[in-house]
């Protein structure tokens, strides 16, 4: 199951002045850029009657639009690689997404719009105007539509993108984060709480040098603990948590990643019932930008 971002008639609001209907297509095209993939897990779509509407809506503005560059900007390389949905209009792919499950042709559907102030849906999850409220809804399609372990680590990657994974193929001990499989209690039933513990990480600023705080921050805003490596580090080699990640095709030895989420109880236990030994193992990756780190995923499984 798909992510579908759908635009309908009113995504954008053609009656404010040029600069700020150009600036809302701009971020626009820009959100399309950072996420689509061919293939991907998140899609973009048009309504069949977005096309038309637009340009009547452009053309009734003559006195503050120039309705030649903002229909350019429509129509750009990347708000080209939304597709049209033949078959439903605006109305009725609104209609859809307030559905309890709003699927179509493979995906559930959400509506787009530029100002996030202006909700299309009552299902405020579906309500999508730029990078969080995107990662938001697409994380629950990934909870409300299960699929394999292998599907779960490629849209990890492609949604969460302020974060590092593990990628290094053909690396003699760690060529992936993903041990998605091996979780204890079975991976399906603790996908709300990989993607709320992703989710979060993927927007948190983190403090640049200071690891204690940042474990700090992270421990307090989400449902189960954050720590250092504790008692393990005295029955481990001092390298046994670093790991190699190659970016860019450059490759960064031995970063600590001993910092870890501990999933200790499937989804909606409430901190109930049987505890497993689960985690997201992680660290601060700082050695592109030392004042813009990133937290880097190391291993999402099994204790390591």
């Given at each position: 199951m798909k992510a579908n971002i759908c635009f309908v008639s009113d995504s954008f609001d053609f009656s404010k002045d040029q600069k700020s209907v150009a600036l809302s297509i701009?971020?626009?095209?820009?959100?399309?850029?950072?996420?689509?993939?061919?293939?991907?897990?998140?899609?973009?779509a048009k309504a069949k009657d977005f096309d038309?509407?637009?340009a009547i809506e452009l053309f009734q503005q003559p006195q503050h639009l120039d309705a030649g560059t903002i229909m350019r900007l429509l129509y750009d390389a990347n708000m080209g690689k939304a597709t049209t949905i033949t078959d439903l209009d605006s109305g009725e792919v609104k209609a859809l997404v307030d559905l309890?499950?709003?699927?179509?042709n493979g995906a559930w559907m959400s509506l787009y719009s530029s100002d996030s102030n202006n909700?299309?849906?009552?299902?405020?999850?579906r309500n999508v105007s730029g990078d969080k409220s995107l990662v938001v809804f697409c994380s629950n399609v990934l909870v409300n539509n299960q699929r394999t372990h292998s599907e779960y680590?490629?849209?990890?990657?492609?949604l969460y993108q302020n974060l590092i994974f593990l990628d290094y193929p053909g690396h003699k001990n760690n060529e992936t984060f993903d041990s998605i499989r091996k979780i204890e209690g079975g991976y399906q039933s603790f996908i709300q709480g990989i993607t709320d513990c992703l989710n979060f990480m993927n927007q948190y600023e983190i403090i640049p040098r200071d690891s204690k705080n940042n474990i700090i921050n992270l421990n307090a805003n989400l449902d189960f603990p954050v720590t250092p490596e504790g008692k393990g580090k005295n029955k481990r080699t001092i390298?046994?948590?670093?790991?190699?990640?190659?970016?860019?095709?450059v490759e960064y030895t031995n970063v600590n990643c001993e910092y870890h989420y501990k999933l200790e109880h499937i989804d909606g236990a409430n901190g109930k019932g049987t505890y497993y030994f689960n985690r997201i193992y992680f660290g601060f990756f700082n050695r592109i930008d030392p004042e813009n780190p990133k937290i880097a995923i190391a291993h999402i499984g099994e204790h390591l």
């Open positions: 701009k971020a626009t095209s820009e959100l399309i850029e950072k996420y689509f993939e061919d293939d991907g897990f998140i899609a973009f038309e509407l637009a309890a499950k709003p699927e179509y909700a299309l849906t009552a299902q405020k999850h680590a490629r849209d990890f990657v492609q390298a046994a948590l670093k790991r190699d990640f190659l970016i860019d095709d």
